[in-house]
C-alpha cells in the first residue's frame, strides 16, 4: 500500500520563527514512518519557501537552511496539482500532498495566511482552518463573539495609533487598573505588558504596537489561570486540565519558554467540579469559533469561581514538553499517538 504524503511546514516569517523550529523538529520525529511519507517545507524568517531535503536535527538547531539541503518550491494554487511546484534545474516538478501541518507559531502561520494557501490548493489541511485560525488570532473579536454567547470576558477597550492621548485617558474610564496591553493579533505573549498606574500606559502600548496595528487593553481577572487542550472534530477529547502559577507578574514569552519564576501543575490544583466546568467552557468556546482538529483553550478561575475567556490557540506549542501534549499525555496520549490521532482526523 503506498505511504500517504504528508507535508510539514515550519519557520515562517514571524517572530515565533524559533519556537516553530522546536515544535516541528517533535513533530517530525514523530510521525509514523511506516504510515506516511514525510515532505519537509520550510519558511525562512524572510517569508522564502524551500522544499528541505537534509538532516531534520538541522531543523531544531536552525542550520536547516542552505543550498545543498534545499531547493526552492511553491504551493501550486491550482487544485488539479494538489500539491507543491518543486524548482529542480529551473525546471518545475510536482509534488502531491495528502494533506499539510502547519506546524507555525504566530503571524504570518497562526492567523489564515498560510490556511488560506492550504485551502486553496486543494490540499487537506490538519488543523483548523482559515477562518477559525484569522479570528482565534484576533483578541478582540474572539472575545466579542466568546463574550455573545454568555461566556465573561474581561472587561478591555481597544486603540490605535492614531488614538491621541486624550482619547486613550477618556477610554481608560470605562476599565480599572491593572491593565494587561496587547497586540490585537500576536501569539506567545510578545508585546503584552501588564501595567498597573495611569503613567505606564504610554510606553506600554508603543510596545504592543510594535507587533499589530491595533491594541487591546483588558482588565486583570484577579484569579489563576487555567488551560484546556482539545481534540477532534464531531467528537471533541479534552487533556487534563492544567494551570499555570506565577510568583510574579504575568505568563510572558520569557516565562513560557523557561519557567524561571513559574510553574504549571498538569492536572491544576482545582476540585473535579470546577476542572468539568472548565472543559465544558472549553469545547463552547472551541464550537463557537469553529475550531477544527486541535487547539488550547485559555482561560482564568476568578478567585470568586468564575471562568472567563482569554484566548486560543490554534496552532499550540508542539515541543514533548509543551503544555497541550502534556495535557493529553495525563489522559494516556502520548506524543506519537497524539500526532497520528492528529493526522487521522484529516486522511
Known sequence: MNKKQIGVIFGG????????????????????????????????????WFKYNGNVEN?????????????????????????????????PKTIKLDAIFPVLHGKNGEDGTVQGLIELAGIK?????LISSA?????????????????????????????????LIEKLKKITFPLFIKPIRAGSSFGITKVYKLEEVDKAVKEALKYDVEVIIEENIDGI?????????????????DEISLADGFFNYTEKYTLKTSKIYCPARIDEKTSQKAKEIAKRIYRI??????????????KDGEIY??????????????RYPN?????????????????????
Open 13 to 48: 516569517c514571524s517572530p515565533e520563527y524559533n519556537v516553530s523550529l522546536e515544535s516541528a523538529y517533535s513533530v517530525i520525529t514523530n510521525i509514523n514512518k511506516e504510515k506516511y511519507d514525510v515532505i519537509l517545507i520550510g519558511i525562512t524568517k524572510f517569508g522564502d
Open 289 to 302: 469559533l469553529k475550531c477544527k482538529d486541535f487547539a488550547r483553550v485559555d482561560m482564568f478561575l476568578s
Open 327 to 347: 495535557m493529553m499525555k495525563e489522559i494516556g496520549i502520548n506524543f506519537d499517538k497524539l500526532v497520528d490521532k492528529l493526522i487521522s482526523l484529516e486522511i
Open 125 to 129: 489541511l490538519i488543523g483548523c482552518d
Open 59 to 91: 531543523i531544531k538547531n536552525d542550520s536547516w537552511y542552505n543550498e545543498k539541503d534545499c531547493t526552492k518550491v511553491i504551493l501550486s494554487s491550482s487544485m488539479s496539482d494538489k500539491g507543491l511546484i518543486e524548482i529542480v534545474d529551473n525546471k
Open 135 to 167: 479570528l482565534c488570532m484576533d483578541k478582540y473579536l474572539s472575545h466579542k463573539l466568546v463574550e455573545s454567547y454568555g461566556i465573561k470576558v474581561a472587561k478591555n477597550i481597544v486603540i490605535d495609533s492614531k488614538t491621541s492621548k486624550e482619547e
Open 309 to 322: 475567556f482569554n484566548e486560543i490557540n490554534t496552532i499550540p506549542g508542539f515541543t514533548s514538553h509543551s
Open 225 to 241: 489561570e487555567l488551560g484546556c487542550a482539545i481534540l477532534g472534530n464531531e467528537e471533541l477529547l479534552t487533556g487534563q486540565i
